[in-house]
T-cell receptor
Framework: AQTVTQSQPEMSVQEAETVTLSCTYDTSESDYYLFWYKQPPSRQMILVIRQEAYKQQNATENRFSVNFQKAAKSFSLKISDSQLGDAAMYFCAYRRRMNRDDKIIFGKGTRLHILP | GAGVSQSPSNKVTEKGKDVELRCDPISGHTALYWYRQRLGQGLEFLIYFQGNSAPDKSGLPSDRFSAERTGESVSTLTIQRTQQEDSAVYLC??????????????FGPGTRLTVL
């Protein structure tokens, strides 16, 4: 079975600084997707970034980038120039690629605080 | 168009009562998912619909939980004889469910269920 582990329950970062959230996962599959989702207090899950396992290049979306280490099964999220609006729960997640509509498996989340 | 909507937003019930939670997916989305999020935890998959059939019910925790979907629209998650451990946020997601490429899951705002 696939699992996703986030070992940092909470993190804090000063506004405008850079923070990295860690994630490891376990799977026997070779082809899959990895995601970072943001969940603000509104409860709305927002997709921040997606990485295809077959791509060696790390995904980036504006201030958000990932460090994908397939052999180590590690997938960290870097947030640059942190803003107050980045405060939220962040979930690392996994999905097999073989089925286009497969379920997503989530980690337990990291609560990110932004200090003004 | 409109996003995924869920109702009610909050539901408080007494132990032993039945509850129904509703999800309206994005129009045209044939795939629909239910997830459960316990306090301080990540999302757990419950059930997946493709159209009105449910090819994956593997996440339903007990026979007190059931779900149905009418055509390719509304879905209802029913919990019978609710227990205090059923208290959680129940999130619904939908995706296009067609084509051969990746289909993003779009999440609703969830229903917070409290069982007293």
């Amino acid at each position: 079975a696939q699992t996703v582990t986030q070992s940092q329950p909470e993190m804090s970062v000063q506004e405008a600084e850079t923070v990295t959230l860690s994630c490891t996962y376990d799977t026997s599959e070779s082809d899959y997707y990895l995601f970072w989702y943001k969940q603000p207090p509104s409860r709305q899950m927002i997709l921040v970034i997606r990485q295809e396992a077959y791509k060696q290049q790390n995904a980036t979306e504006n201030r958000f980038s990932v460090n994908f280490q397939k052999a180590a099964k590690s997938f960290s999220l870097k947030i640059s120039d942190s803003q107050l609006g980045d405060a939220a729960m962040y979930f690392c997640a996994y999905r097999r690629r073989m089925n286009r509509d497969d379920k997503i498996i989530f980690g337990k989340g990291t609560r990110l605080h932004i200090l003004p | 168009g409109a996003g995924v909507s869920q109702s009610p937003s909050n539901k408080v019930t007494e132990k032993g009562k039945d509850v129904e939670l509703r999800c309206d997916p994005i129009s045209g989305h044939t795939a629909l998912y239910w997830y459960r999020q316990r306090l301080g935890q990540g999302l757990e998959f419950l059930i997946y619909f493709q159209g009105n059939s449910a090819p994956d019910k593997s996440g339903l925790p007990s026979d007190r939980f059931s779900a149905e979907r009418t055509g390719e629209s509304v879905s209802t998650l029913t919990i019978q004889r609710t227990q205090q451990e059923d208290s959680a946020v129940y999130l619904c997601a939908s995706s296009l469910g067609a084509g051969v490429s990746y289909n993003e899951q779009f999440f609703g705002p969830g229903t917070r269920l409290t069982v007293l």
